[in-house]
C-alpha cells in the first residue's frame, strides 16, 4: 500500500506554498505527493498523473476537500474516481499551513509586522 498526497495550489500562489505543502504532507506520512499549480474546472495534470499511480488499496491525502476543486461536485466527482479503483481518500485533520493569494503586495497582512 502506498500513501499518496495530493494538493492544489493556484499560480498566484506565494511563491514556495507547493514546496511548503509537499514537505508537510511528506511529514504527514505521505511517501509520495504529487502537486498541481492549477486554476479552474479541468481537470489538472497532476491529478491525471496521481490516477495513473494508484492501485486497489493505497490512500490518497488532502489536507482540504478543496484541493479536488473548486466546486462540491469537482470534488464528489475526483474523489469517486478514486474510490471506484479501489483507493482511500482521507482529508486530513491535522493544521497544514495555508497561506492565502492576495492580488497584489498592497493586501499581504505581513507587510506591516516588520
Known amino acids: ?3 499518496f ?13 507547493t514546496r511548503m505543502l509537499t514537505w508537510w504532507m511528506r511529514f ?6 504529487i502537486a498541481d499549480v492549477w486554476q479552474g474546472p479541468d481537470r489538472p495534470p497532476g ?4 490516477l495513473a ?5 493505497d490512500e490518497v491525502r488532502v489536507p482540504a476537500i478543496e484541493m479536488f ?11 469517486q474516481l478514486l474510490q471506484r479503483r479501489g483507493v482511500l481518500v482521507v482529508v486530513m485533520r491535522e493544521e497544514v499551513p ?4 492576495y492580488a497584489d503586495d498592497e ?8
Open 1 to 3: 500500500m502506498t500513501v
Open 5 to 17: 498526497g495530493y494538493v492544489r495550489v493556484r499560480p498566484q500562489a506565494v511563491a514556495g506554498t
Open 28 to 33: 504527514l506520512g505521505c511517501s509520495e505527493v
Open 47 to 50: 491529478f491525471d498523473q496521481l
Open 53 to 57: 499511480l494508484v492501485r486497489p488499496g
Open 69 to 79: 476543486g473548486p466546486t462540491r461536485s469537482h470534488a464528489r466527482h475526483s474523489t
Open 98 to 101: 495555508y497561506y492565502p493569494t
Open 107 to 114: 493586501d499581504w497582512p505581513v507587510r506591516d509586522a516588520c
